[in-house]
């Protein structure tokens, strides 16, 4: 089968690999439909991530159906279109059997990682009765590939643990990319009075605009930490959203955080951020951290399927498996090619 091959810091390569077989009875083989690159995979490629070795088949998103399970598997059978979580879980460990699916003993973010990923014809998926969902009908499947990471991310890390669950509530999301887009929209379940959103580029700051951003901050052009405290009267934002992954951008958000308020960080930091206490010690602040868990993986379906948001609006480009290193190259180019995410046909 074809896959997209991880090689090396700037390396990759789409190679022909062997079809993976059942390796445990609650494995299932599942048949790639479609899947997508991850920010997390340009991490990879930077050699950001040493977990994940040469040789490695990248990925851990996508939809697909089920070609083979072992005799444990009982929840999926063969033919079945189902979502492939990003986090693998055994559903039997103790951090599991606390919803804490990231930290599973024996899975966590594997796939795509320390187990070969989704970018591929075939991937063979552990523990499947627990980290696979079956697809629910009347559903536009390409838009719920947006459920095997981004959406459980932007939700878990950025909405819940960033308490956005009073209404009216003000929040601010530094990083328009993929996730805090997602965070964005997952946002507006509580009705916030006021999504400011903060980045670099005009594009994603109009594109959050009509995913329902109040307000619009280019930070290449304006101050943002002035331009929020223009904006909230000069209180700051209850719920500042870290989805960038750099020093530069979580001290926006200690510096635009109202007393009483939560930074909740979303980003994949490669390096140490200056925590300012001597400021923030009396402000009554919370600092939140999450790997996420895809504990909500069944409500989103839910909320998908009737339609309270649409997360095929995050899809911009679609590529066959055979073009992946050109969908490689526009994700990589986002800012000149306007991808959010990249949709690959296996
Ligand atoms: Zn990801
Ligand atoms: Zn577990």
Redesign the pocket.
């Known amino acids: 089968m074809k896959a997209l091959v991880y090689l090396g810091p700037g390396a990759k390569a789409l190679q022909e690999r062997p079809k993976p077989v059942l390796t445990a009875a609650d494995d299932a083989i599942v048949k790639i439909v479609k899947t997508t690159i991850c920010g997390t995979d340009l991490h990879i490629l930077k050699g950001d991530v040493p977990s994940c070795a040469p040789g490695r088949i990248l990925g851990h998103e996508g939809i697909g159906v089920v070609e083979a399970v072992g005799a444990a598997c009982t929840s999926f059978k063969p033919g079945d279109r189902v979502l492939i979580s990003c986090i693998s ?5 103790d ?2 059997r606390r919803g804490m699916y990231s930290h ?4 966590g973010w594997i796939l795509g990682n320390t187990i070969d990923g989704t970018q591929a014809e075939f991937v063979r998926i552990p523990h499947a009765d627990t980290s696979l969902y079956h697809l629910p009908p009347g559903v536009e499947e390409e838009a719920l590939v947006m459920l095997s990471d981004i959406l459980p991310t932007g939700f878990e890390c950025g909405v819940l643990n960033g308490k956005i669950e009073h209404p009216g509530c003000s929040v601010a999301i530094v990083g328009a990319g993929p996730v805090g887009l997602a965070t964005l929209l997952t946002a507006q379940f509580f009705s916030p009075s006021r999504i400011i959103m903060i980045d670099l580029d005009d594009n994603r700051l109009a594109v959050a605009r009509t995913f329902g951003a109040t307000d619009t901050i280019n930070s290449s052009k304006q101050d943002p930490v002035a331009a929020v405290m223009k904006l909230t009267g000069g209180v700051g934002v209850d719920t500042a959203v870290e989805a960038v992954g750099v020093p530069a951008t979580f001290e926006v958000c200690e510096a635009i955080i109202a007393p009483g308020g939560t930074i909740a960080n979303v980003g994949v930091h490669g390096r140490k951020v200056e925590l300012h206490l001597e400021r923030l010690w009396s402000q009554n602040i919370t600092i939140t951290t999450r790997l996420v868990d895809t504990a909500t993986t069944p409500i989103l379906l839910r909320a998908v399927t009737a339609r309270k948001i649409n997360p095929a609006s995050l899809i911009t480009h679609h590529f066959a498996l055979d073009n992946i290193l050109d969908a490689y190259d526009t994700f990589g180019r986002a800012a000149e090619t306007r991808a959010l995410k990249v949709l690959i046909a296996a």
């Open positions: 879980s055994c559903g039997k460990c951090y599991c599973c003993v024996v899975g």
